[in-house]
């Protein structure tokens, strides 16, 4: 069913008139140029990466799903690097560029995608499925809005432990719709976990535009109900994803309970490998490359403000290259699994 | 005309009650709706409330005494303008049919003699209930002295020592805390615990399933009680696709040590949507580990080692079960093994495989059966996934007759497993054909006569193995 198109849209920072405490409207992030080298040099490793699983995909060397993070960079730079290691992270299926930033060697994502016994989960996960402990990111859940309900568990042994970390949960526009998702919206705030809602606003659900599947469409109210503040914030700049994540965690670790963060970016990509993209027009795709696009903007930022030089980039362009080329060379020629491998870690013990 | 006051039921199990306490005396009026007396069953203390208005003629049953049977009368209410003294010599119709109404318990019809007893479908797995192990558990060493528990103690019991021995270990569900469990399981847990570790959710099971999973990724060992596993369906999800499957899919890296645990399998005339037994289901799923006690002693040990897995486990209780008393090794840390089934009998001419409420039927048929000169061996699997083959097919190899009595539906069951396991491993050993008896193949009705028909019965059994022996 069409939506009702007689709506005007609400303006984006409507305070919502209450006599609750609410975070403070945050303000982009004031790197240094480091940090923005950082950044940049952050999400220009996602970007490669991802463009490389693209193409092992094409070659047949990437089997299954594969759902690219192009566009989306600026959100889990910016969000991430405000975390400490106490803090867990959490995902849906569009997972490689998360896990890259907690730290897990590219290798050992890419051989997963190729499905090679070196790969984070021994082969056996593949794109949609991956973990680290060892780095605090509990997956890669393909099943959506699960990664909701599951990190508002870790949260949960955030404030059990006591051990003062956070948990940052992402899900997309189309999570957002899940059932299970305002279940532990309800009991987050109820038990005032720890934990950050960050919904990934990349404007499509797999086909389905957000005004075609949601009856609010500005997600960032979506806690409201459950006493949940919300802020929308730019995820295409990733100064102010930063920015908002240092307002975030602030409030959480005030113990104050859960926090939205809807972070409004863009896929380049389609949904998946096999997504023709046939939802939108091409026009829109590179209307917000020219104009939005994250690493672009952090390039402007450091050209501007902090005068580095083509060959600056240059520089960190051949480096990443060279990790990427490695990575993807690595997993192309690293073995499958042992066929013996097909029978373990269905349980720890034996009975 | 007086008015007769019975022991009410206040539980669709409840057989009998403790009248704690009185709030009248004789003499005083009452009208509808004062509480007239405190009444304790299996699961909780209930406020016994009159209907009708009059003075209290006689209290029959004094306050303090156990074991007062549902329909019991327990006190006479004199109406209007009536002396209190003619009540206790009323012999009116109604008063006579009142007496009459207790009698079927013990009243022998020559015409139905099927008839005794057993009202429901329920009723009759509830009866079965009472039959208990002929076969000490060779887990058991010898001479340890054993003490009589319900299974709803044993139960409880044991996540209070998980939880003494474990700071990780904690519960959460829906009334596992301040109302003490909705099967009051979890009594008490509360007050040893604390909120913290005793956790009241709201009725939003998908979320807390997925909490509870999140929690055990986290590195906590949660027991999440369903306050069926009914209810369950919505969280299934999380039982499967997040708990089963990540370990395997992290290459064994992030595990999932959770215990899914409440009731299962059919109640007392709660109808289709409240009596499912989904051990099929679950046991189908490879990462998961699915147990289904018996008695007591295998529900304290079997829970105990359940919430020490490092693996997710699916603890598959009966409601039925809960106020059924067995003797419990008196053991400061009793703990089974995971994936042992046992002998609860010990036959040579048939052998009949069971889990669960099934098992006290088989139990009863095999005494039934003793008497006809046919001696069954009965088998309790006890976990349902990983399935203990071997007990069974080395039982078979003695009988040579085998016979599965499930509480559930046929197809695509437990029962339709070991079939395929007997045919596949045990085909030389087979003299007849492996029969099964199960629940009929319809969602379970609420007439107390139907329901009775779809249930498995000790007498179903009996019939379908002298078709075989």
Known sequence: MAKAPARTPAPAADPQKTNRERPTDPRPYEASKEELLKFYEDMLLIRRFEEKAGQLYGLGLIGGFCHLYIGQEAVAVGLQSALTEADSVITGYRDHGHMLLCGIPPKDVMAELTGRAAGISKGKGGSMHMFSVEHKFYGGHGIVGAQVSLGAGLAFSHKYTNDGGVCLAYFGDGAANQGQVYESFNMAELWKLPIIFVIENNQYAMGTSVNRASSEDQLYRR????????????????????????EALAWVRAGKGPIILEMKTYRYRGHSMSDP???????????????????????????????????????????????????????????????AELYTDVLVEKY | MAIDI???????????????????????????????????????????????????????????????????VIMQLAGEGEEAGEATKDDSPAAQAAADEKKPDTVEDSAHPAQEKVDTGARQLFDAAANKAEVTDPAIPAGTEM????????????????????????VMGEEVAQYQGAYKVTQGLLDEFGDKRVIDTPITEYGF????????????????EFMTFNFAMQAIDHIINSAAKTNYMSGGQMRCPIVFRGPNGAASRVGAQHSQNYGPWYASVPGLIVIAPYDAADAKGLLKAAIRSADPVVFLENELLYGRSFEVPKLDDWVLPIGKARIMREGSDVTLVSYSIGVGLALEAAETLAGEGIEAEVIDLRTLRPLDKQTVLTSLAK????VVVEEGWPTCSIASEITAIVMEEGFDDLDAPVLRVTNEDVPLPYAANLEKLALISADKIVKTVRKIV
């Open chain 1, 223 to 246: 806690g409201e109900s459950f006493r949940i503040p919300g802020l929308q914030i730019d995820g295409m700049d990733v100064l102010a994803a930063r920015g908002a994540a240092e």
């Open chain 1, 277 to 339: 993209a046939k939802y939108r027009s091409r026009d829109e795709v590179q209307a917000v490359r020219d104009k939005s696009d994250p690493i672009e903007h952090v390039k402007k930022l450091l050209t501007e403000g902090h005068g580095a030089k083509e060959e600056d980039f240059k520089a960190i362009e051949q480096r990443i290259r060279k990790q990427v080329a490695e990575a993807a060379d690595f997993a192309e020629s690293t073995p499958e699994p042992d066929p």
């Open chain 2, 6 to 72: 019975k022991m009410p039921a206040l539980s669709p199990t409840m057989e009998e009650g403790t009248l704690a306490k009185w709030l009248v005396k004789e003499g005083d009026t009452v009208k509808s709706g004062d509480i007239m007396a405190e009444i304790e069953t299996d699961k909780a203390t209930m406020e016994f409330e009159a209907v009708d208005e009059g003075t209290v003629a006689k209290i029959l049953v004094a306050e303090g005494t156990d074991g007062v049977k549902v329909g019991t």
């Open chain 2, 147 to 170: 003490v009589k528990v319900t299974v709803r103690e044993a139960l409880r019991d044991a996540m209070a020592e998980e939880m003494r021995a474990d700071e990780r270990v904690f």
């Open chain 2, 209 to 224: 399933a997925g909490i509870g999973a999140g929690a055990a990724m986290g590195g906590l060992k949660p027991i999440v």
């Open chain 2, 399 to 402: 009988t040579n007759r085998l």
